[in-house]
């Protein structure tokens, strides 16, 4: 079983497929439009570990030579160095124009490959293969590249458009159960900004074996995901006004992350606390929502981080240095209702210390 969603911006319009057991024939399928005989994969290294076989197989079947990069695992990878790393390792040896540079991993790699195929030529021919939930939903959807900056996350990049996504739902099957929360977060997000649905679908993460969750459900909600952002991206690819909406408790969760230099808390988990952060904050600009929809997903949060260790006046820095910050106010998306999302400039620190000690209080 498989879906494909079609995801039209300006740049090009392009379809990502979701399902189990398409990886080979969509690598074939891919390599096959492309002339030239060569293809090129950065993968992440735990992901070549695990899948070395399949990976091995479908490149070989495509029957072109392949230059393959590992990606060191974590969001030290999201770097200019790192950045530069990749971009060498393309020109080196010889991509070109229309050759096709398949990116495979979660939201690092596919960040940091993504960035290294817009800028190697002015851009050369990106095909995504996201194989976390994560990147699946969001991060491989929707032409959002780049790494980090000293001064905060995702300050270096460009909007670029891959040619494809291929969302192949085994690749799931190594996944780490953090990971699985990781990409719950983001699901949960369109929950609360666009689909009440999904807050009920998702309860086949709280399983206890990921073994035991059903691929159709799952293909089925990630489909449904990658719809909702594909909409508004089409609507709002260069994030004009309403592809804000997507930051839901982002805002919060960057400077979340950056307090633990981006390693003792995970992208998903701040994303978690950030929503609870910013439900709070919604509440107190009149809206009235209980945030049991997400804490009913609280058990499959372990953090490895505790509230004490965390300073509320370096929380409220790293937040004035967010890339979303307008003035002297620190811009958020906070809800009306639920999947009612506004953007709202909040000048008073008071509310938002008290919404960060809502939201710490979960961990
Ligand atoms: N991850 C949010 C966006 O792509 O706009």
Same mark, same amino acid.
């Given at each position: *079983?498989?879906?494909?969603? =079609?995801?039209?911006?300006?740049? =090009?319009? !392009?379809?990502?497929?979701?399902?189990?057991?398409?990886? #080979?024939?969509? @690598?074939?399928?891919?390599?096959?439009?492309?002339?030239?005989?060569?293809?090129?994969?950065?993968?992440?290294?735990?992901? #070549?570990? !695990? $899948?070395?076989?399949?990976?091995?197989?479908?490149?070989?079947?495509?029957?072109?030579?392949?230059?393959?990069?590992?990606?060191?695992?974590?969001?030290?990878?999201?770097?200019?160095?790192?950045?530069?790393?990749?971009?060498?390792?393309?020109?080196?040896?010889?991509?070109?124009?229309?050759?096709?540079?398949?990116?495979?991993?979660?939201?690092? /790699?596919?960040?940091?490959?993504?960035?290294?195929?817009?800028?190697? %030529?002015?851009?050369?021919?990106?095909?995504?293969?996201?194989? /976390?939930?994560?990147?699946?939903?969001?991060?491989?959807?929707?032409?959002?590249?780049?790494?980090?900056?000293? /001064?905060?996350?995702? %300050? &270096?990049?460009?909007?670029?458009?891959?040619?494809?996504?291929?969302?192949? &739902?085994?690749?799931?099957?190594?996944?780490?159960?953090?990971?699985?929360?990781?990409?719950?977060?983001?699901?949960?997000? !369109?929950?609360?900004?666009?689909?009440?649905?999904?807050?009920?679908?998702?309860?086949?993460?709280?399983?206890?074996?990921?073994?035991?969750?059903?691929?159709?459900?799952?293909?089925?909600?990630?489909?449904?995901? &990658?719809?909702?952002?594909?909409? @508004?991206?089409?609507?709002?690819?260069?994030?004009?006004?309403?592809?804000? !909406?997507?930051?839901?408790?982002?805002?919060?969760? $960057?400077?979340?992350?950056?307090?633990?230099? +981006?390693?003792?808390?995970? $992208?998903?988990?701040?994303?978690?606390?950030?929503?609870?952060?910013?439900?709070?904050?919604?509440? $107190?600009?009149?809206?009235?929502?209980?945030?049991?929809?997400? %804490?009913? +997903?609280?058990?499959?949060?372990?953090?490895?981080?505790?509230?004490?260790?965390?300073?509320?006046?370096?929380?409220?820095?790293? *937040?004035?240095?967010?890339?979303?910050?307008?003035?002297?106010?620190?811009?958020?998306? %906070?809800?009306?209702?639920?999947?009612?999302?506004?953007?709202?400039?909040?000048?008073?620190?008071?509310?938002?210390? =008290?919404?960060?000690? /809502?939201?710490?209080?979960?961990?």
């Amino acid at each position: *079983m498989s879906k494909g969603i =079609q995801v039209k911006t300006s740049q =090009q319009s !392009y379809r990502a497929i979701v399902g189990e057991g398409i990886f #080979e024939e969509q @690598i074939k399928e891919i390599s096959d439009s492309f002339e030239g005989d060569i293809n090129f994969l950065l993968v992440d290294e735990n992901v #070549e570990k !695990y $899948h070395s076989n399949i990976i091995d197989h479908a490149f070989e079947a495509a029957g072109k030579k392949l230059f393959m990069m590992s990606v060191p695992e974590g969001e030290k990878s999201k770097s200019i160095s790192f950045w530069k790393t990749c971009v060498e390792f393309l020109l080196e040896n010889g991509v070109r124009r229309n050759t096709p540079v398949f990116v495979m991993g979660g939201g690092v /790699t596919g960040d940091v490959g993504g960035f290294a195929a817009a800028s190697a %030529l002015r851009g050369v021919p990106l095909i995504h293969i996201p194989t /976390t939930v994560l990147a699946m939903v969001d991060s491989s959807i929707g032409g959002k590249t780049g790494v980090n900056h000293s /001064t905060g996350k995702n %300050l &270096i990049g460009a909007f670029y458009q891959p040619q494809k996504v291929v969302a192949e &739902i085994a690749f799931l099957n190594s996944l780490p159960r953090n990971e699985w929360a990781n990409g719950l977060s983001e699901i949960l997000k !369109y929950g609360a900004i666009e689909r009440a649905d999904i807050f009920d679908r998702a309860t086949f993460f709280l399983e206890d074996e990921i073994s035991k969750i059903s691929r159709e459900k799952l293909t089925d909600l990630i489909a449904d995901c &990658i719809q909702i952002k594909a909409d @508004i991206v089409k609507k709002d690819e260069f994030e004009g006004n309403i592809r804000a !909406y997507l930051n839901f408790g982002h805002t919060f969760a $960057h400077a979340l992350e950056k307090a633990c230099g +981006y390693q003792s808390i995970s $992208h998903g988990e701040a994303v978690y606390l950030g929503m609870l952060a910013a439900i709070d904050l919604s509440n $107190h600009f009149g809206a009235n929502l209980k945030p049991d929809k997400l %804490l009913n +997903y609280r058990s499959l949060y372990s953090y490895r981080v505790s509230k004490d260790q965390l300073s509320l006046d370096d929380l409220m820095n790293h *937040m004035k240095f967010d890339k979303k910050r307008t003035n002297q106010h620190i811009r958020f998306v %906070l809800l009306k209702e639920w999947q009612s999302p506004i953007l709202k400039e909040v000048a008073t620190d008071t509310l938002i210390h =008290q919404a960060w000690q /809502t939201a710490l209080q979960e961990i």
